[in-house]
């Protein structure tokens, strides 16, 4: 076994099926698979729970089992270690980055911090450990808006890392944010033109919308919203086609939950690609999987002073949470 490339490197045998390997795998080891909403089909089908990057780590909390395998990017398996410490935390490839996270290195945000004294610092989900370890609470795409809202109008604040989202919260808050100017790069590269395009084809689609994407897209949205909330609102409106502004893997899913409907991946700037994908997001395998399974690795480790300070903030957005009623029980 070697696990110097950040994944198992091991022979697998000829002929075997790794769906039920994978399944037969997780019970000798007493595992629960935790996918992410953009994985590929076919890790989201051997998964046990599915759904956005804080509801697995949340997930992975509550769940008895002692190994947690979440196939997702680097961030959000950090994010189920800081919850859940005593657990093994197992992303079968950790070079599955995230663009966001990337885009907010913790010393270059650290020092954004101290050019903006006074100000309570609010960071999005989707950065690494040593981020949210700067941050006083943390929110997701579901919540920031609501979040925000509980401080006080004068209270100066800063969100990082994703512009688009912090400058769509200050849209729709009439806060005044310091924004820091990061971005993802899947939600960044959405064609209004080539969406218009496609409007114009099916006049009675409507568009789906994350509000990572730049102000153009959201401007032609009929819902902008978190992966859950558009895949539920797709589930419950009465259109039956949809375009959706969203990394593609969410689509598999909706059609799952709407067999009846139509979802159409928004495009990309780049020439001949017809949907938006992660990178990232497809690096998990069935192989890696697999591999991970049997050998127990790779693991994510967040030492614990970094783990103690990620943890705050964390608890804070769902005390929050909590008191606005946004978190059902």
Same mark, same amino acid.
């Given at each position: ?8 490197? +091991? ?10 390997? =994978? ?7 007493? +595992?629960?698979?935790? $996918? ?26 509550? @769940? ?30 950790? #070079?599955?980055?995230? %663009?966001?996270?990337? !885009?907010?290195? +913790? ?18 989900? #989707?950065? !690494?450990? $040593?981020?949210? +370890? ?6 997701? %795409? ?7 809202? !509980? ?19 200050? !849209? ?13 790069? @899947? ?36 819902? =902008? ?9 797709? @589930?419950? %409106? ?27 991946? $928004? ?63």
């Amino acid at each position: 076994m070697n696990v110097e490339k950040g994944y198992v490197e +091991a022979r697998i045998p000829k002929g075997i099926d790794l769906k039920q390997e =994978i399944l037969r795998l997780k019970k000798e080891k007493n +595992a629960v698979i935790m $996918a992410h909403f953009y994985q590929r089909d076919e890790i989201q089908d051997v998964a046990d729970y599915i759904g956005d990057s804080l509801a697995l780590a949340q997930l992975a909390q509550d @769940v008895d089992a002692p190994v947690i395998v979440l196939c997702g990017v680097h961030f959000m398996g950090e994010t189920a270690k800081i919850l859940s410490p005593e657990k093994t935390v197992i992303v079968p490839d950790l #070079n599955a980055g995230c %663009s966001l996270s990337d !885009s907010c290195p +913790a010393d270059e945000f650290q020092a954004f911090i101290k050019e903006h004294p006074g100000h309570t610092v609010i960071s999005y989900a #989707n950065t !690494s450990a $040593a981020v949210k +370890a700067l941050t006083d609470v943390i929110v997701t %795409s579901g919540n920031a808006k609501q979040i925000v809202d !509980s401080f006080p109008e004068d209270e100066k604040l800063i969100f990082g890392p994703d512009r688009n989202l912090g400058n769509y919260i200050n !849209s729709i808050t009439g806060r005044d944010m310091v924004v820091w100017d990061g971005y993802c790069e @899947v939600h960044e590269k959405f064609s209004i033109d080539k969406i218009l395009e496609l409007k114009k084809e099916h006049p009675d689609a409507q568009v789906l919308v994350h509000p990572e994407c730049p102000k153009p897209i959201r401007l032609i949205a009929d819902k =902008i919203g978190s992966t859950k909330a558009l895949l539920d609102y797709s @589930v419950a %409106s009465d259109c039956n086609k949809f375009i959706v502004a969203t990394e593609s893997g969410i689509i598999y899913e909706m059609k799952k939950r709407c067999p009846d409907k139509e979802f159409i991946p $928004a495009p990309p700037d780049d020439a001949g690609c017809a949907c938006n994908e992660c990178a990232y997001m497809k690096l998990i395998t069935l192989e890696k999987l697999y591999l991970s399974l049997k050998y127990l690795a790779p693991t994510i480790e967040v030492d614990e002073e970094t783990r103690i300070k990620a943890v705050r903030p964390i608890e804070r957005m769902l005390e929050i949470s909590n008191r606005l009623g946004l978190i059902k029980k």
